[in-house]
């Protein structure tokens, strides 16, 4: 026998369920993140430990309001190169353990990871930038 179409309403109790279930898995990355937020609040700035990724989709658009083209296509390898080409609600970055390490590429590439521009501007200089990963990093209120 051929499958039958479900009803619109079974249809749409289906998209509920999913909607729902999104909104779980992006729950618990941000009850992680306000964990993970707090040790890193208390480490030196050599051990970090990176955040869940709690917003879905990519942040490739974000970035390029950012960073030069060039930069993001490069940020855009370095993710694929470490699995990251599709990143989902809940996985972690392999990323430097510390703001005082990462590159402009690198920073592009966390902000495609957890699309957020973790307060990031247009002209700012690299030292800034750190800063404003270390504030994205230990400061919990960024997850409300």
């Known amino acids: 026998m051929q ?5 619109p309403w079974v249809q749409g109790i289906f998209q509920e369920l999913e909607a729902i279930k999104s909104l779980a898995y992006e729950t618990k990355a941000m009850v992680r993140n306000v964990s993970r937020a707090l040790h890193n609040k208390q480490e030196k700035l050599s051990n970090y430990v990176p955040l869940c990724k709690w917003l879905p989709g990519s942040g490739r658009e974000i970035a390029l309001g950012i960073f030069t083209a060039a930069e993001v296509n490069d940020a855009e390898n370095l993710l694929t190169d470490a699995g990251h080409q599709n990143p989902v609600v809940g996985d972690i970055p ?5 703001p005082s390490d990462v590159t402009r590429v690198e920073l592009a590439a966390l902000v495609i990871f957890y699309n957020h521009n973790m307060g990031l501007v247009v002209g700012e200089n690299q030292l800034a ?4 990963l270390h504030t994205f990093m230990t400061d919990s209120s960024t997850f409300k």
Do not use: D, F, I, L
Not at 3 to 7: E, N, R, T
Not at 94 to 98: D, I, K
Not at 129 to 132: A, F, L, Q, V
């Open 3 to 7: 499958g039958v179409a479900s009803p």
């Open 94 to 98: 392999r990323t430097p353990s510390s």
């Open 129 to 132: 930038r750190k800063e404003k």
